[in-house]
T-cell receptor
């Protein structure tokens, strides 16, 4: 069965801390995505990656970076967490190819609170 | 600009009643279209998708959606709602040119009354 896992379901961090959110998929998918979900705003794309060591900015990359050293793992990094980054973070993956014909498989999400 | 609009933030229906969730998109070409459901505390799960062919598509859990090109709409329907359908529903567009990405609507939260 398809599986996308995220390292934490809930995370509480302090302003200024460096935060790592990890996402792992076991489906040999090449395409991986990070979104943040906020009430009334839906899902907004932060970064995505079509291959190892490859990344592209999404719609709201400011304050975030990513790392893709291995095919199955896509990490989201908050270099210096701020309170406006308090949100639900969702990771997703799709099967190979750069088209969007294929649906995304989502992890359960990480609810991050920055104090 | 590319966008997806779900005009209803909240919808409440009685169990057994029919349901229609609206989705309109703005995109220069015919996009790929998706509906996802998010149960509380969980990630999104695909209900159905449209990419070509028959404009009425069937999905899981008894849902269906109809693509209407003239109205730029992809509304989700279910003839009889079950209490377990209470969740948040997201419509999404997959772009078919330029930078390939998915654009999501803001979601519709469904409440089901017993």
């Amino acid at each position: 069965d398809v599986k996308v896992t995220q390292s934490s379901r809930y995370l509480v961090k302090r302003t200024g801390e460096k935060v790592f959110l990890e996402c792992v998929q076991d489906m040999d998918h090449e395409n991986m995505f990070w979104y943040r979900q906020d009430p009334g705003l839906g899902l907004r794309l932060i970064y995505f990656s079509y291959d190892v060591k490859m990344k592209e900015k999404g719609d709201i990359p400011e304050g975030y970076s990513v790392s893709r050293e291995k095919k199955e793992r896509f990490s989201l990094i908050l270099e210096s967490a701020s309170t406006n980054q308090t949100s639900m973070y969702l990771c997703a993956s799709t099967i190979p190819g750069q088209g969007t014909y294929n649906e995304q498989f989502f992890g359960p999400g990480t609810r991050l609170t920055v104090l | 600009a590319q966008s997806v609009t779900q005009p209803d933030i909240h919808i409440t229906v009685s169990e057994g009643a029919s349901l229609e969730l609206r989705c309109n998109y703005s995109y220069g070409a015919t996009p790929y279209l998706f509906w996802y459901v998010q149960s509380p505390g969980q990630g999104l799960q695909l209900l159905l998708k449209y990419f070509s062919g028959d404009t009425l598509v069937q999905g899981i859990k008894g849902f269906e959606a109809e693509f209407k090109r003239s109205q730029s709409s992809f509304n989700l329907r279910k003839p009889s709602v079950h209490w377990s359908d209470a969740a948040e529903y997201f419509c999404a567009v997959g772009t078919t040119s330029g930078t390939y990405k998915y654009i999501f609507g803001t979601g519709t939260r469904l409440k089901v009354l017993a």
